[in-house]
């Protein structure tokens, strides 16, 4: 499944990784359930919400360049999710005639699981290597950090073979504060989520777009800053960097790629008279390839 969007002199391929479920109470953290359950957010026996996982495939200045691999084909991970049905972005990659190998850097919001899945899969001894055997993995040094030395609470999604098989290969690439891998697109700090989470910028020809990450779950949480989740490590700091992120997007009129919001996760935010957010989904203007 890809869905292409042309901004400026880009071409987006947003590539989905399928659905994963997370339990809706977690997702809205402390908002009461009185407040979030008139969204009408469809849930399964499980009390688990669906969230989209969406990858972006770019073309930059003769790079192709990979921003985030959803949640991958690591049994353990997805068991968490009911009904399994991830796992397809390499399918997807293969659809648009992209190869693993023909990938030159793959960029990760942060480390979370549902986010660096297919960072790595295993090979035919069963061994954990990198599944972008030629790309370049651009990895916060704070998020590295906090990945590889977990503590009680994020130790269930920080996964070693996501990430330590990068390093023993020689593909990690650490990156410190807003880091330019074309004149295009640009990694920035965007602090919350995790106290080294980020996001992607890209512009071209007088158009921008913002890749999210993990800054929000469901796209009411972009329209009320304050609703934060609790898989946020930091809120108080996600809202602030919430409030920054959303009132740029309206004054600039970016294009918001939200990972988990439903496939192709493209919205506008604007601002009524009145002060209210609202988001507005946007189909891709490319429609389906």
């Not at 957010?41 to 969406?54: D, H, K, S, T, V």
Request: charged content about 25%.
């Amino acid at each position: 499944m890809a869905a292409r969007h042309r901004l400026g002199n880009l071409d987006l391929l947003v590539l989905s990784d399928g659905t994963y479920y997370q339990d809706a109470g977690a997702v809205f953290g402390v908002v009461p359930r009185i407040m979030w359950e008139r969204l009408a957010i469809p849930l399964n026996e499980r009390y688990q919400m669906a969230l989209g996982l969406n990858s972006l495939l770019v073309r930059s200045a003769g790079k192709t360049i990979l921003i985030e691999t959803g949640v991958g084909d690591k049994e353990r991970v997805r068991a968490q999710s009911s009904p399994a049905s991830e796992g397809t972005l390499l399918d997807g990659l293969r659809a648009v005639g992209v190869r693993p190998e023909d990938v030159d850097v793959v960029v990760n919001s942060h480390l979370h699981a549902d986010h660096c899945g297919w960072n790595t899969r295993a090979d035919d001894a069963g061994s954990f290597v990198p599944t972008f055997r030629r790309a370049r993995y651009l990895i916060r040094r704070g998020e590295w950090e906090a990945a590889t030395h977990p503590n009680e609470r994020t130790r269930a999604t920080y996964l070693p073979e996501n990430i330590l098989p990068l390093e023993a290969a020689g593909q990690l690439e650490l990156i410190d504060g807003e880091t330019k891998i074309t004149d295009e697109v640009i990694v920035v700090d965007t602090p919350g989520h995790t106290a080294d989470h980020a996001s992607v910028l890209l512009a071209s020809a007088g158009e921008r777009a913002i890749y999210i990450g993990d800054m929000v779950q469901h796209s009411v949480q972009l329209e009320r800053t304050a609703w934060v989740s609790s898989f946020d490590v930091f809120p108080l700091q996600a809202m602030e960097t919430k409030k920054a992120v959303v009132r740029r997007a309206i004054d600039e009129r970016e294009l918001v790629v939200a990972v988990h919001c439903p496939y192709p996760g493209l919205g506008r935010l604007s601002e009524t008279p009145d002060g209210k957010r609202r988001w507005t989904p946007v189909e891709a203007n490319g429609g389906e390839v």
